[in-house]
């Protein structure tokens, strides 16, 4: 584990459902972000926060809605998802620019 | 607009063998650079963390180096092993204070028994 951990592993959904991923981080880190990783696609950055405050989204469809209760959690809320979302989605953390990132291990999405 | 480009997009090599990973970047503002490995289907592991101070960086069989005024980072790994065979991405922050990461495209290293 690299300290920063993200349940579940595998997730598969319907199109109709909701979920919900998890990203927990103990590393005193207090910039938290979600990617997206499609397959044969550059990583693609989500969502920001930066002391439990949202500071980037770059246009994500409103089915993605972040949330960060505090500085070691964040979740991704998803609903009414379509296939081409299916992807893996990674979570990771920093202190601010200058001390390296820590990624975790992803959640890989399916979308049926 | 910083812009990361790995090259090669694809290396095999045998065992045994040393071999160089390049990454060129477009904006020498950079605060540090870092280096990651990815397995397939799974999440990005770092490798070294390069501040604009230094030239280089050392982990075990892994030699990093950063030349910021030519925009260039290479990563050496020394006598490969089948188990390096991953994707290797090279990754930026554009200044100190800015969170974003300006990731490369990668480069997918095979290392043949």
């Known amino acids: 584990e690299t300290g920063v951990t993200q349940t579940p592993r595998h997730l598969v959904m319907g199109m109709t459902n909701k979920k919900s991923l998890k990203c927990e981080q103990h590393?005193?880190?207090?910039?938290m972000y979600w990617y997206k990783q499609s397959a044969k696609k550059p990583l693609e950055l989500m969502f920001v926060?930066?002391?439990?405050?949202?500071?980037e989204n770059n246009s994500v469809p409103s089915r993605f809605s972040p949330e960060c209760p505090n500085s070691s959690h964040l979740f991704l809320h998803l609903h009414t998802l379509q296939p081409e979302d299916s992807a893996l989605y990674l979570c990771?953390?920093?202190?601010?620019?200058?001390?390296?990132?820590?990624f975790g291990s992803g959640t890989r999405l399916t979308v049926v | 607009k910083q812009e990361v480009t790995q090259i090669p997009a694809a290396l095999s090599v045998p065992e045994g063998e040393n071999l160089v990973l390049n990454c060129s970047f477009t904006?020498?503002?950079?605060?540090?650079l870092q280096w990651f490995r990815q397995d397939p289907g799974k999440g990005l592991t770092s490798l070294l963390l390069?501040?604009?101070?230094?030239r280089e960086q050392t982990s075990g069989r892994l030699n990093a180096s950063l030349d910021k005024s030519s925009g260039r980072s290479t990563l050496y790994i020394a006598a490969s092993q089948p188990g390096d065979s991953a994707t290797y991405l090279c990754?930026?922050?554009?200044?100190?204070?800015?969170?974003?990461?300006?990731f490369g495209t990668g480069t997918r290293l095979t290392i043949i028994p």
């Open positions: 590393l005193g880190h207090n910039a």
């Open positions: 904006d020498s503002a950079i605060y540090n």
């Open positions: 390069i501040q604009s101070s230094q």
């Open positions: 990754a930026v922050p554009p200044n100190f204070g800015n969170e974003k990461l300006t």
């Open positions: 990771a953390s920093s202190q601010p620019a200058g001390y390296g990132y820590t």
């Open positions: 926060y930066s002391l439990e405050e949202r500071v």
